[in-house]
């Protein structure tokens, strides 16, 4: 684009020039006629980025490839944490911690679930490499951002209003990734590609990230051919301190030591404190095929295919102290302190313990991964101009994601000593905590029931493997659009789709210790029984306990290094390829001509669920115009049928599956509902530098999936001799209704230069059905056992049951955004958002972040680029783990780009992120802290060859 200096500008530079001390002739020549100047790189990007953004009848921000281009960006989640309103989450909410790449993108100080994400207008399937995120909550309707490299990227379009045209299913607004098309290249014939090194500090590897692209279209621009593909390497090292999980001490759990302090009861202890060491490969790869043919100026058709797989293999090692109830019980205890947190909850912060023999006072987990998660789709697309009037467009495709832990290896052992301790630090620093004559590499005691001496025994085998949850959307859709001249009313925008979602995951087999050979097993050990004998009496791993593996490698020497605290050091652990060996052996894996794990290795249903989802829509929206204004109001129709299916142990009726874990019974459940979605917008020219947008509509978002599964477990104590009984238990709930809301938004934009422009803006989203956690009651044919000795029975009963509900709820909140070059080829910009948001018990909304903010600034000339930018974030709510809410805590992250171009066809660039090497806290409340990790810095060095 052509452009010239403006007068503001031209003040600055004048302004900058006399006070660097510039002398300026009194005599001025004669003005000359200046030569224009073509705008590339960042401030060609920002300028593409800001004519959508004025033009747009509705709130929307843009990112253009050359701005992801132009920041350490390796997903898109990174680029879009820049945007105003942004929320970028770490990791899920299904436990895994937070780790150094993006993962989740949430709109507005809501969870990420209630954000649209889509790929050139379509839904793309997800799937989660981390077991927990894969059958866990919250992460079902959101999208993982790790499978979707920024290589990729046109551009990115933030709405922040729904229309009637768009596709449903954002209540905060939808992220749209519009991907390169064959046509709009400039040259017939392209090439591009990026040859490069990843550098992680932590764990100190370096590793390759390659992509290419290559375009074709012939001379008379009616067919074209791009070709994309990535090949990403990269090797992460987490080191942290978890706090997992609190339980309350009582005098029916903790026995005498209420009795030695009275002061106990009620009192909260950490369940688990551990020194965590996660590494992990991740090797991405993956590819973008897209051939367009276009044979008229009216006829426009592309197909597309993408894939996207990650290798995710990980190994986490976490040593352990143990300060539960059952362990503690019989310990005296000393140097104690017990702090209380504003709503009045009292937690032992500080404690040592004595045991007058070595008693369990830990635990030592180690557990290899072989896990992966993919994402692909195919879709086909055309548009048709049937006159100057009419212009009809279609696409359809199917996409598939699927998230895979094909084998867990793991070793618990039990720690035994006479003494041990730990003291929290805040919620800022590691606690701290130590043993009294134990270490990893003292070897591995005998007998797994007793100790005799300090030091460890064999605990226990346990892991979910060959989980696989499969993620599969399709669609189809018509979409018209009629110009017509009649008054305000410019043009009708009209249109139909039809989806399918299926969810589900496969059986799955539950490891446990293997028994002796020649033995069988004992029924307890189908169950989580304290039991560990096989029916022969044996102990149930006493041959596994003489061929333990060797404790041969250790944690590296500066593990925990600034996380503050002090934990055990000198670590050992099995490798990994030591500890598949000996599962692979000792465990019910294994069939046997004897027979021994022949019961237990056939798939279970335990944990396996579905849900399938049909939608279709219609809507007809009318585009409006008038002198200095233009918006558009429309109505969208939408028709919703759910189903689903898990399996239980407790409700007891129709098709069952009996193995050697138990009788499992299938539970069905359905659904439908309609919902009428209108909007309207308006967007108004002020004055011919100052736009005003109003935007009002009607949402929608369905439960996450995991939320619409009917998995039970179900508490029947009692209950078949007291008919007054209400059951308890917990549940998932499939007549959860949609997350409906009305939102309101209004903003103020002032475009005052160039490539500058100011905003302020206003919104609120009025949720009637949010969902949250909560309790409701169901009914379930339930086979209850006489105590007093008589026949069991089914019957009917009631439940209260803890699980996901629907309540009210509310976003309020502002945003405020600038963004100008000065003098001399810089540039900045900065943004604010506050998002308050509650459900109608004053709870704050998971993923709700209530100031976050960001400042960036950039230097750019013929050759040389650099850019900075940081990126703050308030304490996140993440949501209950281990029946205890808990907080990512406020947040900050630094990031540089640097980058040279030596011809138009030769580029080089040096990327930094994480240049401040953050923090990840996390804390149930201001006196206990559940996490504290360290990813360390990464940086990127990339040659970038153009043809």
């Not at 990420?112 to 927990?132: C, E, K, M, R």
């Not at 001509?593 to 989802?613: D, L, M, N, T």
């Not at 009318?622 to 189903?643: F, P």
């Not at 009651?777 to 009963?797: D, E, F, H, I, K």
């Amino acid at each position: 684009m052509k452009v010239k200096p403006t007068p503001i500008s031209q003040a600055v530079l004048i302004a900058l020039l006399s006070a660097s001390g510039v002398a300026m002739a009194q005599e001025q020549p004669a003005p000359q006629k200046l030569e224009a100047v073509t705008v590339t790189g960042i401030r060609a990007s920002q300028e593409k980025s800001l004519a959508v953004k004025r033009n747009a009848d509705t709130h929307i921000d843009v990112i253009s490839a050359e701005d992801i281009g132009k920041m350490p960006d390796k997903n898109v989640a990174d680029s879009l944490a820049r945007v105003p309103g942004v929320t970028i989450l770490n990791s899920p909410s299904g436990g895994s911690g937070g780790f150094d790449e993006r993962d989740r993108v949430g709109l507005r100080g809501t969870n990420p679930s209630l954000t649209q994400t889509l790929v050139d207008s379509h839904a793309i399937a997800n799937g989660d490499w981390f077991v927990l995120d894969q059958s866990g909550s919250g992460v079902g309707r959101s999208v993982s951002y790790s499978l979707l490299p920024s290589e990729l990227v046109n551009r990115v379009e933030v709405r922040k209003n729904a229309e009637a045209s768009l596709v449903e299913g954002g209540t905060a607004g939808s992220v749209n990734i519009i991907t390169r098309k064959p046509l709009d290249f400039a040259n017939a014939l392209t090439f591009e590609a990026g040859l490069g090194a990843v550098y992680a500090d932590l764990p100190k590897k370096t590793d390759p990230q390659l992509s290419a692209l290559i375009n074709f279209k012939n001379e008379a621009k009616t067919f074209g051919v791009l070709v994309q593909a990535f090949s990403e390497k990269r090797s992460l090292r987490r080191d942290g301190v978890e706090t997992l999980g609190y339980n309350q001490l009582t005098a029916a759990n903790a026995g005498a030591l209420i009795t030695a302090h009275p002061e106990l009861e009620g009192v909260y202890a950490p369940d688990l404190i551990g020194a965590a060491y996660f590494t992990q490969e991740r090797e991405r790869k993956g590819g973008l095929v897209r051939a367009e043919f276009k044979p008229t100026q009216s006829v426009d058709i592309t197909l597309t295919g993408f894939s996207s797989k990650m290798d995710a293999d990980n190994y986490n090692r976490n040593f352990m102290i143990a300060p539960r109830p059952g362990n503690i019980a019989g310990a005296t205890l000393s140097n104690y302190e017990i702090s209380t947190d504003k709503k009045g909850v009292k937690t032992l912060t500080k404690a040592t313990f004595d045991w007058s023999s070595p008693s369990t006072a830990g635990y030592y987990d180690m557990i290899s991964r072989k896990a992966s998660a993919s994402s692909d789709f195919i879709s086909l697309e055309g548009a048709w101009k049937v006159s100057d009037a009419l212009k009809l467009s279609a696409n359809a495709g199917v996409s598939n994601g699927k998230g895979r832990t094909d084998s867990q290896d793991v070793y618990e052992a039990n720690l035994y000593t006479t003494k041990a301790g730990y003291a929290f630090n805040g919620t800022s620093a590691a606690p701290s905590f130590s043993f009294t004559g134990v270490n990893s590499g003292a070897g591995i005691n005998n007998d797994p029931g007793t100790a005799a001496t300090n030091g460890m025994g064999f605990g226990w085998v346990f892991g979910v493997e060959n989980l696989v949850v499969n993620d599969k959307d399709t669609w189809a859709q018509v979409d018209g659009e009629y110009t017509l001249d009649a008054g305000i009313l410019k043009s009708l925008s009209f249109g139909a789709r039809s989806a399918k979602h299926d969810r589900h995951t496969g059986s799955t087999v539950n490891q446990r210790p293997g028994c002796s050979t020649g033995t069988a097993y004992g029924a307890e050990m189908y169950t989580w029984s304290a039991s560990y004998y096989c029916t022969g009496g044996a102990a149930v791993s006493s041959y596994a306990i003489a061929n333990s593996p060797k404790f041969t490698q250790y944690y590296p020497g500066n593990f925990a290094s600034g996380l503050g605290g002090s934990v055990p050091s000198n670590i050992a652990y099995i490798t990994p390829e030591d500890l598949a060996a000996f599962d692979a052996k000792y465990t019910n894996r294994i069939d046997t001509a004897s027979g021994v794990g022949a019961a237990v290795h056939s798939p279970i249903q335990g944990g396996e669920y579905g849900v399938k989802e049909t939608t279709t829509a219609a809507y007809l929206q009318g585009n409006l115009e008038g002198d200095g204004w233009s918006g558009n109001a429309g109505l969208r129709l939408v028709k919703t049928k759910q189903s689903s299916y898990a399996w239980s142990y407790s409700a007891s009726s129709g098709t069952s599956v009996t193995s050697a874990w138990g009788t499992e019974y299938l539970i069905p459940a359905s659904q439908s509902y309609t919902d009428i979605l209108p909007s309207a917008s308006i967007r108004i020219d002020v004055t011919k530098d100052v736009v005003a947008r109003l935007a009002l509509s009607r949402t929608l978002t369905r439960a996450d999936y995991t939320a619409l599964s009917s998995a039970v477990s179900l508490n029947t104590a009692g209950m078949y001799l007291d008919n007054s009984i209400v059951g308890g238990g917990t549940a998932g709930n499939p007549a959860l209704k949609p997350i409906r809301s009305t939102n309101f938004d209004a903003n103020v934009e002032w475009y005052f230069a160039p490539r500058a422009f100011a905003s302020i803006g206003a919104f609120h989203m009025e949720m009637g059905s949010y969902i949250t956690d909560g309790t409701f009651t169901a009914t379930y044919p339930t086979m209850l056992t006489n105590t007093a000795g008589g026949a069991s029975q089914l019957v009917n009963r009631q439940f209260t049951l803890t699980g996901p509900t629907n309540k009210k709820a509310s976003v309020t909140g502002l945003e405020f955004a600038f963004e100008t070059p000065i003098a001399g080829n810089f540039g900045i910009s900065a943004n604010y958002t506050l998002a308050d948001g509650h459900d109608e018990d004053g709870h704050v909304l998971r993923g709700n972040v209530k100031n976050s903010y960001n400042l960036g600034g950039f230097f750019e000339n013929d050759r040389f680029s650099a850019r900075l930018n940081y990126s703050h974030t308030d304490d996140i709510y993440i949501g209950a783990d281990r029946g205890a809410d808990y907080y990512q805590k406020a947040n900050g992250v630094l990031s540089a780009s640097l980058g040279y171009k030596f011809s138009d066809n030769f580029a080089v660039s040096l990327d930094g992120q994480n240049l401040n090497d953050p923090k990840l806290k996390y804390y149930t409340s201001e006196v206990q802290p559940r996490a504290i990790y360290k990813n360390g810095r990464q940086f990127y060095l990339t040659a970038r060859v153009k043809y």
